[in-house]
């Protein structure tokens, strides 16, 4: 099991990696932390003529504090976000999804702009960039734009990236004061993909729900948001039949897949078990705060 | 076939080799450099076998290429200790029946010596889940997680 033969392109900044990219027009594929890509190479799944290494160009992994947001440098490392005092601080929910992403070795080595890139359905970063409003900066040899997360999930493994673009960065705007957060998750074995996963996040104002996101992963294409759910929680407070009713709403805007670990209908399921815990949680943590 | 010189330091020694771009780490340590202790199982990064440190950091060599670590500082399990005169985690690994066949054992060593250094490893279901990443298929865990919970009562 080895790769097929491939140029190999250190690109030294980011205006050298896309101009790569174009010149390769298509040939080329980028490698960041490679936990994906080099395993899809080794099954020659995947047979790129040239690969453009963006490990080397400097300044792309950082976590910087803004006053709105928070922006994310595409390199940085899944355990640099792990241990981030900044995420940990003003995305505790991220902080919290890390913890289930791969091992400790995948995470010394996969990068954020590289997991979002290549969009697995179950993974958990795709759904957290959905979660928290995220926009990506997108690069290419003739300029700079920006794509909110919820434009860039097309499919699985697909994405609104160009041949010749590359991802550079991750801006998340902060979220609100009182923000309670929840986070469920189940794999066959930890630190594998999930067969399903919850994320939620509650601002209160007063004592009711002032905005409400749930976002969910591994039982659709794509990693989803629940926004029907989120209207009904807005003016509320969490109670069994509030919560009865977002499960309903969770399970119904699936579209799970059967395969090797599990059933669709189990997957349905359990969706909308995790909802309910991550609902409760992030409605605790909302009220204490 | 185009070759590329790469130099890097591999258990304190440089080392300059010209590798193909496609050679994966975990072969231009084993057939290049005639490390043989760092294991290869799976080639696609679920079994841990092959797992070394770049840089200071636990890495999978079967997910990445050889040209990448140009400049970096490698160590394999050969950088532990040697026979005669265990490190500190191998003796306790000695001590606590940790490995049966051995197989995983190279990938274990370097997945333990990262996790020492970065995690808490308060209790045996962190260790666990630090050790979740690489599979044996003979011990069923318990002597390795001994081993390890052994390695943090020592240094308290």
């Given at each position: 099991m080895k790769p097929a033969a491939f140029e190999y392109v250190v690109a030294e900044s980011i205006e050298g990696a896309v101009a790569a990219l174009a010149e390769a027009r298509g040939e080329a594929k980028i490698i960041a932390g490679g936990q994906s890509l080099v395993p899809m190479l080794n099954f020659r799944l995947l047979r790129p003529a040239i690969l453009v290494d963006?490990?080397?160009?400097?300044?792309?992994?950082y976590v910087r504090e803004e006053p709105d947001a928070i922006r994310i440098g595409a390199l940085t490392r899944h355990h640099q976000l792990e241990t981030s005092p900044v995420i940990a601080r003003h995305f505790p929910v991220l902080r919290e999804a890390m913890t289930h992403v791969a091992h400790l070795a995948i995470r010394n080595r996969g990068t954020i702009g590289g997991s979002l890139s290549h969009a697995d359905p179950a993974a958990e970063l795709p759904m957290m960039a959905l979660l928290l409003d995220a926009a990506l900066r997108v690069v290419s040899g003739t300029g700079a734009r920006a794509v909110k997360a919820r434009d860039f999930f097309q499919d699985a493994l697909s994405v609104d990236l160009a041949v010749d673009e590359i991802v550079t960065e991750i801006m998340l705007p902060k979220l609100p004061e009182r923000t309670g957060w929840g986070f469920a998750e189940v794999s066959?074995?930890?630190?594998?993909?999930?067969?399903a996963a919850v994320a939620v996040t509650l601002a209160l104002a007063d004592r009711t729900i002032s905005e409400a996101r749930i976002a969910m992963t591994g039982v659709a294409p794509t990693p989803r948001r629940v926004r029907e759910a989120e209207a009904l929680l807005v003016g509320r407070r969490v109670d069994c039949a509030l919560t009865k009713e977002v499960v309903g709403l969770v399970r119904a805007a699936t579209e799970p897949q059967t395969d090797l670990h599990a059933s669709a209908d189990y997957r349905r399921h359990l969706v909308g078990v995790l909802a309910g815990r991550a609902l409760s949680a992030a409605w605790q943590r909302a009220e204490a705060a | 076939m185009s070759t590329r010189e790469i130099i890097v330091t591999v258990n304190g020694t440089a080392q300059r080799h010209a590798v193909e771009p496609r050679l994966l780490l975990s072969d231009f340590l084993r057939q290049t450099l005639g490390l043989t202790g760092t294991h290869v199982g799976c080639e696609h990064g679920v079994c841990g076998a092959c797992t070394i440190l770049l840089d200071g950091d636990s890495i999978r060599s079967c997910l990445i290429f050889a040209v990448q670590a140009d400049g970096c500082a490698i160590e394999t399990v050969e950088s532990l200790g040697r026979i005669g005169k265990l490190n500190a985690l191998q003796q306790a690994f000695h001590e606590h029946h940790a490995l049966q066949c051995g197989f995983c054992t190279p990938g274990m060593l370097m997945t333990a010596t990262d996790l020492l250094k970065k995690y808490p490893l308060a209790s045996d279901d962190e260790i666990r889940e630090g050790l979740s990443g690489n599979l044996c298929r003979c011990t069923g865990y318990e002597h390795i997680v001994a081993a390890i919970r052994a390695m943090k009562e020592q240094a308290e």
């Open positions: 963006i490990n080397r160009i400097p300044d792309l992994a066959r074995r930890s630190g594998d993909f999930a067969l | -």
